[in-house]
């Protein structure tokens, strides 16, 4: 039995998901609630080495989509099997950076792969799992690489090297998807302050999760 709340964070890079997820989490630890903070890919030993290969390995550069698309799927089955499903049936806020719909925007709408085996695969990696709320920070693609060229700490990965055309595609995929599921998205500006979208975001889980 699923006793927790899964909510997923997702938007193009630069969006700002990582500073809020940061917040989010402390505030819920500071209130009391168990909660778990992970990543796509990634968020287990197998899924980091998966991380790895795809974002960061030389032998990235000569990926295919479809390669690209079964790794994904690969770390995130992984993800669910060894980290949230456990997690949930304790009773424990789950906050992912990632979901299944990463994979339906980026490989699906960015990458230009068929609808139908991105769906398939989706479902077979994730079995029945959905978040119980997604959080999109949408930022104009031209925002979201000007604040990867300007990051301190650190280099662009292979991903975050793609060009705004690819980043455009990104944005366009993920408002109508959410337009598409409205009862599980909530698009928020990610331009506005960092205190601004923190605070929909609080306004959001109160009114979808109460």
């Known amino acids: ?10 938007g193009s890079e630069g969006s700002g998901k990582s500073t809020q997820m940061d917040r989010l989490a402390s ?7 168990p909660v778990i903070v992970t990543r796509e890919p990634g968020g ?37 099997r060894q980290v949230i499903e456990p997690a949930l049936k304790e009773g424990k806020v789950i906050l992912c950076d990632r979901f299944l719909d990463s994979t339906t925007v980026y490989q699906g ?9 991105v769906t398939v695969i989706n479902n077979f990696a994730v079995g029945d799992l959905i978040p119980d709320l ?16 300007h990051r301190v700490s650190d280099l662009p990965d292979r991903m975050e090297k793609e060009n705004i055309q690819f980043y455009e595609l990104v944005r366009d995929g993920y408002q ?18 960092v205190e601004t979208v923190e605070q929909q975001i609080q306004d959001a889980i109160k009114e979808r999760l109460s």
Not at 109 to 117: E, H, M, T
Not at 176 to 182: D, F, N, Y
């Open 1 to 10: 039995m699923r006793n927790g709340v899964f909510i997923s964070f997702e």
């Open 27 to 33: 505030r819920l630890d500071g209130e009391g609630h």
């Open 44 to 80: 287990t030993e197998i899924g980091e080495e998966i991380r790895h290969l795809l974002k960061h390995s030389a032998a990235g550069k000569e990926m295919c989509p479809e390669t690209e698309l079964l790794l994904f799927a690969a770390s995130r089955a992984q993800l669910v």
């Open 109 to 117: 709408v960015a990458r230009k792969l068929s609808k139908d085996p």
């Open 134 to 149: 997604t959080i999109v920070l949408d930022v104009p693609a031209e925002v979201g690489l000007n604040r990867i060229r």
């Open 176 to 193: 109508m998807l959410a337009k598409s599921l409205p009862e599980r998205f909530v698009v928020l500006d990610g331009t506005a302050s």
